[in-house]
Nanobody, 121 residues
C-alpha cells in the first residue's frame, strides 16, 4: 500500500516561513511527478507547485518567487519551502505523487492526508 505523509504545517505570522515535507512509503516501482496542492476554506483545491522526476518545476502565479518545491528521489520525499507568507496562503496543503506500483502499472495519483497552514498575526 502506497502512503503519503505530510509534516511541517502550523501557525505562522505574516512574512514568516514554513517548510513542508512529504514522504512516500510502500512498495513501488517509480514516482513520476510530485506536487503540493492547497485548499482554502470555501475554495476549490488548487495546484501550488509541482516537480517532475527530472526536477522541472511549475508554480501557480500567486506563489512564484516565494515558494520553492524540491525533491529527494532517493528518500522518496518532496518539500515545499514557503517564504513571505501572507494570510491568503492559509489552507490545507496536500502532497500528491504519481506512482507506478509495478513495471506493468500505468500509474495513478496518490494523496496525503493534508497539513494545515495558517498565516495570521
Amino acid at each position: 500500500q502506497v502512503q503519503l505523509v505530510e509534516s511541517g504545517g502550523g501557525l505562522v505570522q505574516p512574512g514568516g516561513s514554513l517548510r513542508l515535507s512529504c514522504v512516500v512509503s510502500g512498495r513501488l516501482f517509480s514516482i513520476n511527478a510530485m506536487g503540493w496542492y492547497r485548499q482554502a476554506p470555501g475554495k476549490q483545491r488548487e495546484l501550488a507547485a509541482s516537480i517532475t522526476s527530472g526536477g522541472r518545476t511549475n508554480y501557480t502565479d500567486s506563489v512564484k518567487g516565494r515558494f520553492t518545491i524540491s525533491r529527494d528521489n532517493a528518500k522518496k520525499m518532496v518539500y515545499l519551502q514557503m517564504n513571505s507568507l501572507t494570510p491568503e496562503d492559509t489552507a490545507v496543503y496536500y502532497c500528491n505523487a504519481a506512482v507506478r506500483r509495478t513495471f506493468y502499472d500505468s500509474g495513478r495519483d496518490y494523496w496525503g492526508q493534508g497539513t494545515q497552514v495558517t498565516v495570521s498575526s
